[in-house]
């Protein structure tokens, strides 16, 4: 099934359609718990992202340095919304290139 949007507007899901179509691949766990593994599968990386009030997101693309963030759902604004991730990495880029996505032009 497709994901549908729970949300106006959600940094993390134009942040993993970028990374996706960039070539990553996701594991998204949380508290320790792992909930996917090597997925470059939108809905299923969106569902787990929206099953937990914290995701822990890995990134991971052969040839470039793994990456990661925190996504907190419930802050409400995209700039919280990606609370924290590896400052130079892909996450951190991507945040500070499109403004957390509200730049739709740069996606």
């Known amino acids: 099934m497709a994901w549908n949007t729970t949300t106006k507007y959600s940094a993390s899901e134009e942040m993993v359609k970028s ?27 969106m569902e787990h992202i929206h099953s937990v009030e914290v995701a822990d997101v890995h990134l991971q693309k052969k040839g470039e340095k793994d990456d990661w963030c925190c996504i907190i759902l419930y802050n409400g604004e995209p700039d919280c919304e990606i609370s924290d991730c590896i400052v130079g990495g892909y996450v951190d880029q991507w945040c500070q290139r499109t403004d957390y996505g509200q730049k739709k032009g740069e996606l």
């Open 19 to 45: 990374a996706l179509a960039d070539g990553w691949v996701f594991e998204i766990s949380c508290e320790g718990e792992p909930l996917c593994n090597g997925s470059n599968d939108f809905d299923e990386i």
